[in-house]
């Protein structure tokens, strides 16, 4: 995303007390949306149930993947865990630092490289950064790179095909048959700036757990949310 727009946000939230502002989105799927800044720094208590499990099931050393405000790092490092927090925004990371995390990363996550992890946490549908189902094969492959052998992939995702009509055979009638129904073009925008259109990925339990077996990793469905949404939990196959 060349146009820092949650980083934007963000920082006019913390710094310049702007309690008001919203994030627009903008869809392949024609919907157009919006979301409070005060969403991304909300506490454990008004998170979502699916998020606030992810947080109990954390261990070890953490990296919080597309990490935002902060919030998810913010409850980890309270409790005493050791997390670093990874964000390719600068303004997101300057107001993260500001915050008292202190182990703030700029980076983007197919390039970062660290030390093993005992779990990659991806909330707020961070799986989505795949993009494409294409692309998976290099998500697992990363994965990999960055857990320890008995390590965990914690994320939250949703199977989005409610949002699609059915003929009158009852077939669910998809923009392209050729395509992922899961993969969405999005843009978003601030108080006057836009992002370039980005790919993000939607992705269903079935087709996650065949991904997973096939690239040497174990799918467990965790929980399933209240509205398509479910927590899933990635292992390495053999631990």
């Keep these: 995303m060349s ?4 980083g934007m946000a963000i920082r006019d939230y913390y710094f310049s007390g702007d309690r008001e502002g919203e994030i627009r989105t903008y869809s392949s ?12 720094f909300r506490e454990y ?10 947080l109990d099931l954390c ?19 309270g409790k005493g865990i050791e997390v670093v927090s990874l964000d390719v925004s600068p ?10 995390l202190t182990g703030v990363v700029e ?10 992890f005992d779990t990659l946490l991806l909330l707020m549908n961070g799986i989505g950064i795949s993009g494409r189902v294409g692309r998976l094969p290099e998500f697992f492959e ?3 790179a960055l857990l320890k052998p008995s390590g965990q992939v914690l994320f939250d995702s949703s199977d989005i095909i409610y949002m699609f009509d059915k003929d009158e055979d009852g077939e669910y009638e998809f923009p392209s048959p050729e395509t992922y ?6 843009e978003v925008a601030y108080r006057g700036a836009r992002s370039e259109p980005f790919p993000w990925l939607y992705i269903d339990a079935v087709v996650m757990e065949r991904a997973a077996a096939d690239h040497g990793f174990a799918f467990e469905l965790v929980r399933k949310g209240d509205h398509y949404d479910y927590l899933g939990k990635l292992t390495l196959l053999g631990y």
Aim: with cysteine.
């Design 142 to 144: 990363k994965a990999r």
């Design 91 to 100: 303004g997101a990371v300057e107001v993260c630092r500001a915050m008292g």
């Design 45 to 54: 208590n008004t998170m979502p149930v699916l998020e606030q499990k992810a």
């Design 29 to 40: 799927l024609g919907e157009e949306d919006a979301f409070p800044i005060a969403y991304l």
């Design 181 to 186: 129904y899961g993969e969405v073009e999005f």
């Design 3 to 6: 146009t820092d727009v949650f």
């Design 59 to 77: 261990r070890g050393r953490v990296l919080d993947i597309g990490c935002g405000a902060g919030s998810h790092s913010l409850y980890l490092q």
């Design 107 to 116: 980076a983007d996550f197919w390039s970062y490289e660290g030390k093993k």
